[in-house]
């Protein structure tokens, strides 16, 4: 079975532009989750959404959107980029809601670099 | 709000020695523990979780860590590494009335050498 894939798997882009990133959850998942690592930390959280609803959201501005389709597939924008928001960014499936109760599977990953 | 506190930002250590990583949190709620693995160009892995029950939890790969409310600790062990445990390491926690924010911590370099 194929696991979580992401896409593009490297990107760069300049300051200001803005940018859409892709997440293709393991079939029959439904929840999408979305974070930010920055090179030296810890992945941050950004967003969850479960069955196409937006179920949390971490402490990112209004620049960062995200939305799930009916397939549960899953883009991630991020608009008026700064340097700041480079950092490799993954996307994380699971079949419920609960990551207590059910096991999350990141993806490897989009890389991107902002100059 | 909670916070995660990896004590050791890299542990080199020799192929068949232990390794224990350390993990410290603080919360003012009560909160579920993780630790994750992430190899080389790779998304994270789940080794292990702690909800609740015995403090000692047995995860994939013959890692095990131990809960320790009074210190506030997660510890991770592994009485015999491999070089292909060469990885970054990071615990993290999550309310237990959180649905999937995962808080993580900075991580931990493990590096395995012959």
């Known amino acids: 079975d194929a696991g979580v894939t992401q896409s593009p798997t490297h990107l760069i882009k300049t300051r200001g532009q803005q940018v859409t990133l892709r997440c293709s959850p393991i079939?029959?998942?439904?929840?999408v989750s979305w974070y930010q690592q920055v090179l030296g930390q810890g992945p941050q959280f950004i967003f969850q959404?479960?069955?196409?609803?937006?179920?949390g959201r971490g402490n990112f501005p209004d620049r960062f959107s995200a939305r799930q389709f009916p397939n549960y597939s899953s883009e991630l924008n991020v608009n008026a980029l700064l340097l700041g928001d480079s950092a490799l960014y993954l996307c994380?499936?699971?079949?419920?809601?609960?990551?207590?109760?059910?096991?999350?599977?990141f993806g490897p990953g989009t890389r991107l670099t902002v100059l | 709000a909670q916070s995660v506190t990896q004590l050791d930002s890299q542990v080199p250590v020799f192929e068949e020695a232990p390794v224990e990583l350390r993990c410290n949190y603080s919360?003012?709620?009560?909160?579920?523990l993780f630790w994750y693995v992430q190899y080389p160009n790779q998304g994270l892995q789940l080794l292990l979780k702690y909800l609740s029950g015995s403090t000692l939890v047995k995860g994939i790969n013959g890692f095990e860590a131990e809960f320790n409310k009074s210190q506030t600790s997660f510890h991770l062990r592994k009485p015999s590494v491999h070089i292909s445990d060469t990885a970054e390491y990071f615990c993290?926690?999550?309310?237990?009335?959180?649905?999937?924010?995962?808080?993580f911590g900075a991580g931990t370099q493990v590096v395995v050498t012959p």
């Open positions: 959404y479960y069955e196409k609803e937006e179920r």
């Open positions: 919360s003012s709620v009560s909160v579920y």
């Open positions: 079939s029959g998942h439904k929840s």
């Open positions: 994380a499936s699971s079949l419920e809601l609960r990551v207590t109760t059910d096991t999350q599977y």
């Open positions: 993290a926690v999550i309310r237990t009335d959180s649905w999937g924010k995962l808080q």
